[in-house]
Each structure stands twice: as C-alpha cells, then as structure tokens.
C-alpha cells in the first residue's frame, strides 16, 4: 500500500542531496529515505538534513535500502556519473546505462506501486531505459526532462523583457540536451505572442534575440559546470516542482519524459513534452503549436536518442 508521505532518493551525490534537501523544505512528505552503494555518505546526507527539520516540519529523514522504497509514493533515481566539464549528457549515455542495468532491477523486484522519477543523465534515454527493465506502466515512469530548461528559458526571457518569468509560457521541448529545441512559435506572455510582447517592450530584432536566448539557455550547465564543476540546486527544485504535481494530484503541464507513440510523427523513444502530471505520473500529452521549422528539428532530436537507443538496449 502506497504512503503517500513518503518519498525515496536513490543517488546521494550533489542533484540527489540537494533535491532531499528541497523536498525536506517542501512540507510535501512526512518520511525520506536515501539509498546510495555508499551507505556512509548516505548516513551522512540523512544525518545533515534530519538536523534542519527542527527549522522546517517533523519528519523522518534515514539512510535505507531498497527493501525500504516499496510503499514510497514516488522514487527518484539520480544515481549516475557526474557530467564533467567538457562532458555532454550523451556521453554520460554507456556509464550510466551500465549502472542503471543494476539499480532499475532491485526497484523492479520490489513491487512497488508508486511513481518512477528518473533524474540522472541523458534523462530522456534512462527514462526509456527504466521503463523497458521496471516492468512498471509507462504512464508511471517519468524523466525530469526539460522542466529545468523551460525554467531557465523562462528566467532569461523574463530578464530579457523585464517582467516576472511566471507570466511567460513557453517551453523547451525535445532531448534535455544540446538538439532541445525552443518552441518559440507557441510562447507567449500572458496570452500575448513573445514577438508581439517584445514590441511592447521595445524589442524588434526577434530572430537575433530567440537565438541568444535559446543558446543561452541550452549552455547554461555546461557554463555552471565550467563554474562549479556541477548543477544541483536548479534540478533540485525541479524534482520538487514535480514531486508537487505528483503528490497534489495538480494536473500540472510539465515538459516531463515520457514515451512517445506516433504524436508528431514520433514512434518508441523517451521525449520531453508538455504533458498533464497528477497522481497517475503522466495521464496525457498536451499537443502544443509547432512551425515547419520546430517539428523537424523535433523529430531530428528524436532521431539522435533512437540512434543512442541502438547502442545500449
């Protein structure tokens, strides 16, 4: 029977630390428990932020193993390689597929009822990995996916146009990586065309400025990994967003991973694409307006993570 409480953290690295770190402040669990082949550094994240609680709200915070994901409400992998400077996500693809073929095995042997958040890189091929070997249904296998992207892309605009980014709607679709695309065609500032708010803000050179925007945006961790050496709080907030949606039942549109079956010309391959997100992980895509332009380089996108597909399925 599933706690709707409670929530596992499989990866105690930076992303993984940091995401039980914002889902500890987020008031939405009651019971966190971490897993990582490094119990040690498990006990020690556990111990760290079971100290903060006292600032936050009662909960249980521990370092456990899988016996203990299987009434969880929601699973986070974030167990992986770290991308490295100079590094893409997609080289990330053999190293981590590798781990996945042991970690995705114990979570398949358990049972478990609840949602399956894949959040370590390339997400969209892990996610696709996670669903062939979990045996869980599709709609409950989920990637973070763009979410952190369109927050970045709607940070930049929003600095760009000077208004508050949470007027702005638009996402990044396509690979958590270097062929994701910007859905320029369908972005819009509180129901107005991007291109038509632009004017209003003094802005006309708009193919220019949605290309800087867009490079900027799909650079950002590769500039905050030649920074820092690594990203963690961004995604951090991103699983938190969608842990939200999940245990809310919010039927929030989330550019979340998940399979595709023929939307836009798409066949069998994990993709990040608007979608309702609720208590039943994804219950349905939300088909949104793309140019000529949007949907080849979509379907490009989805070519290149087929072709990785071949190599490590």
């Keep these: 029977m599933i706690n709707i409480r409670k929530i596992a953290v499989i990866g105690c690295g930076f992303v993984g630390s940091s995401s039980a770190f914002s889902l500890m402040q987020s008031g939405l669990f009651s019971e966190i428990v971490l897993i990582d082949s490094d119990t040690e550094r498990a006990e020690g994240e556990a111990m760290d932020i079971s100290h903060g609680t006292l600032f936050a709200r009662p909960m249980k915070i521990y370092a456990g193993t899988y016996d203990d994901i299987v009434d969880a409400a929601i699973i986070v992998v974030t167990a992986g ?35 399956l958040l894949i959040v370590s890189n390339p997400v969209d091929i892990l996610t696709y990995v ?32 000077s208004v508050d980014n949470r007027s702005i709607h638009a996402f990044i679709i396509g690979e958590h990586g270097d062929s994701e695309i910007a859905a320029w065609s369908s972005a819009n500032v509180s129901g107005i ?92 895509k939300v088909p949104i307006s793309l140019n000529k332009e949007e949907l080849e380089k979509l379907q490009e996108s989805a070519k290149k993570l087929k072709e990785i597909l071949k190599q490590v399925i």
């Design 193 to 284: 065309p991007v291109n038509d708010f632009c004017e209003m803000r003094g802005h006309f050179e708009h193919d220019k400025a949605t290309e800087k925007i867009a490079e900027l945006v799909k650079n950002s961790a590769y500039r905050i990994i030649d920074k820092k050496r690594a990203t963690y709080y961004g995604i951090a907030m991103s699983v938190k967003r969608i842990c939200e949606a999940i245990v809310r039942d919010e039927k929030s549109i989330l550019p979340v991973s998940s399979m595709m079956y023929g939307q836009y010309g798409i066949d069998d391959v994990v993709l990040s694409m608007p979608a309702v997100v609720g208590k039943n992980g994804v219950e349905t």
């Design 81 to 115: 390689a770290a991308q490295k400077p100079e590094e893409t996500r997609l080289d990330l693809v053999n190293k981590n597929t590798a781990i996945f073929k042991s970690i995705i095995p114990e979570i398949a042997k358990r049972n478990c009822e609840g949602i």
């Design 130 to 161: 996670a669903a062939k070997l979990s045996g869980f249904t599709e709609n409950r296998v989920i990637g973070s996916g763009t979410v952190l992207d369109t927050a970045r892309l709607k940070y930049v605009l929003g600095e760009h146009l």
